[in-house]
């Protein structure tokens, strides 16, 4: 359910709401809040919340030190594993100035940005997520090992896979929450996990995927587990990745379908802008370890048909339906790394930008040829960082500054 804030205000008054979190990410997606009374809740809708920006990496700005988090009332959802008597409450929140306007460097805001960009040009996106995630035991201190939790395989069931019980408990509260998992199941890493969630309108699709990776780590601990979603947690196992599964519509109406050009030509300016905007998708050094192992993506390639493929067209009975981009992972900023592959993709549709030949055949052949062919992703988040900081399409207008604010985050660390 999408909330007013009066509904949003009404809503505390007859469910017995006792605390209220106030959510946002830093820039590098790690997620943050605050916590008010209900009482303190009208005036933060109206007004704000202040909070010291300082603190918060990537909004360490002398100009703008004293932010405000102004909570987005559509947002409101109930923290399902916090009791349900005296309940707790979320929403995400957009970075204000303290004039009442938008912080202009908000990742958030970026995202909505963008998303007006893609309405102004004719069609809106629509994103669903697949994301991989290891479970490890931990310690009598409940501090997490490198033991996998199990070693089952890929669909294993019980008792091989004994992560079926935490998935099944993860996707209830989810649904609980408002989203919609797809389908839960064993990957193929020891300990591995996979969840898919069906496509939601870009910012919608951003909110859901920092609530997930919250419910898997809050369900795991509370299992006696850890939830590792790093990129490569396992040296010489399958890597957790997070693909994107990205639709077009116009006006409720199937764009590959309706103007399969559209589609064709957003496809063509994310494949031409790989590696200028894989830091943004892949921003851990972790991150480069994947590429190119377990059937991670390593070359920039596309495909019709097979499924190893960096962008994957996905179609149904013969009929495209929208593109699975495979290189990112989750320790991106989701609103970031999406924001940058729709900026790509609307590139592509301005310019009507095409793609090269598909690429059908299994690219294990290749994988060690020195002398391919093929354009690689960065292989090092330092080389990504250089893709970014050189690229013109990065580099200009409202990106600029909003991308070097991570860049620069980055090459100090």
């Known amino acids: 359910m999408s909330y007013t804030i009066e509904e949003a205000l009404e809503f505390v008054e007859e469910n017995d709401v006792k605390f209220i979190r106030l959510a ?24 704000g ?39 707790v409450i979320r929403f995400y929140c957009d970075l204000m ?8 460097h908000g990742a958030r805001r970026f995202l909505k940005d963008t998303i007006k960009e893609c309405k102004e040009a ?20 409940g501090n997490p090992t490198n033991i996998p939790w199990d070693n089952g395989g890929y669909l294993d069931v019980a008792p091989l896979d004994r992560g079926e019980n935490i998935r ?7 649904e609980e929450m408002g989203i919609q998992p797809e389908a839960s199941y064993h990957e193929s890493g020891p300990g591995q996990n996979e969840i898919d969630f069906k496509a939601a309108d870009a910012l919608k699709s951003a909110d859901n995927f920092i609530t997930y990776k919250n419910v898997v780590s809050n369900i ?11 990129a490569k947690p396992l040296k010489g196992k399958s890597g957790n990745g ?3 599964y990205i639709t077009f519509n116009r006006g409720g109406m199937d764009l590959s379908e309706e103007h399969p050009e559209i589609a064709d030509a957003f496809l063509a300016g994310v494949f031409h802008r790989m590696r200028d905007i894989t830091v943004f998708l892949n921003s851990q050094e972790e991150s480069y370890l994947r590429f190119g192992e377990n059937e991670a993506p390593k070359y920039i390639t596309w495909s019709e048909q097979n499924s190893s493929r960096l962008l994957r067209v996905v179609q149904h009975k013969g009929k495209k339906t929208g593109f699975v981009l495979r290189s990112p992972d989750s320790g991106m900023n989701p609103y970031l790394a999406f924001a940058f592959v729709l900026q790509a993709g609307l590139e592509g549709v ?21 002398d391919c062919a093929y354009e690689t992703l960065p292989m090092s988040l330092s080389e990504a960082i250089d893709c970014a900081k050189k690229s013109d399409f990065v580099q200009q207008g409202t990106k600029k500054e909003i991308a070097n604010r991570l860049l620069n985050k980055l090459s100090e660390d």
């Open 24 to 47: 946002f990410c830093d820039i590098y997606g790690n997620h943050k809040n605050i916590s008010i009374m209900p009482y303190e809740l009208e005036h933060a809708l109206y007004e």
């Open 168 to 174: 099944r408990e993860i996707c209830l509260c989810l």
């Open 122 to 141: 004719g069609f809106s996106c629509r994103i669903g997520l697949k994301s991989e995630f290891y479970l490890f035991k931990t310690d009598e201190e």
């Open 242 to 244: 997070l693909h994107l």
């Open 97 to 104: 100035l303290s004039d009442g306007t938008p912080y202009p």
């Open 350 to 370: 301005r310019n009507k930008e095409t793609l090269p030949p598909m690429q059908e055949k299994s690219m294990r052949g290749v994988q060690d040829q020195k």
């Open 49 to 87: 919340i202040a909070f010291d920006s300082f603190n918060v990496e990537g909004y360490e700005d002398e100009y703008f030190r004293n932010l405000l988090l102004k909570p987005d009332a559509s947002t409101l959802s109930v923290l399902p594993w916090r009791p349900q008597q005296g309940c």
């Open 220 to 230: 795991a601990a509370r299992n006696g587990v850890y939830a590792s979603f790093a």
